[in-house]
């Protein structure tokens, strides 16, 4: 399984850095994404890395948000700051199959901006 790290609450203007384990696959085989969802609202993509380190953004995080991913540790990582109440959601770290349809979910991590 997918295993995320790092969510909690933070304050408006503030940082956290999620951590996603993917010890259990061939993690440099798979393009991975960041997703997030709030309640009421269909899963966003947030960020995508691909397995040559490619990295791609939706235009409401663009620029406070980093992915990155070290193959070695099999680790996926998002990092977040200038953090805005409506950054609030649940995110999900997802692997994508560069070679099948495959596709696998973690169970999710609240992230939650309030002052």
């Known amino acids: 399984p997918l295993v995320e790290s790092g969510g909690g609450l933070v304050q408006p203007g503030g940082s956290l850095r999620l951590s996603c384990d993917a010890s259990g696959f061939r993690f440099s085989d798979y393009t991975a994404n960041w997703y997030r969802q709030v309640p009421g609202q269909e899963r966003e993509l947030v960020a995508k890395?691909?397995?040559?380190?490619?990295?791609n953004y939706a235009d409401s995080v663009l620029g406070r948000f980093t992915i990155s991913r070290d193959n070695a540790q099999k680790t996926l990582y998002l990092q977040m700051s200038s953090l805005k109440l409506e950054d609030t959601a649940v995110y999900y770290c997802?692997?994508?199959?560069?070679?099948?349809?495959?596709?696998?979910w973690g169970q999710g991590i609240q992230v939650t901006v309030s002052s």
């Open positions: 890395i691909t397995s040559r380190f490619a990295t």
């Open positions: 997802n692997l994508e199959s560069e070679y099948t349809y495959y596709t696998a």
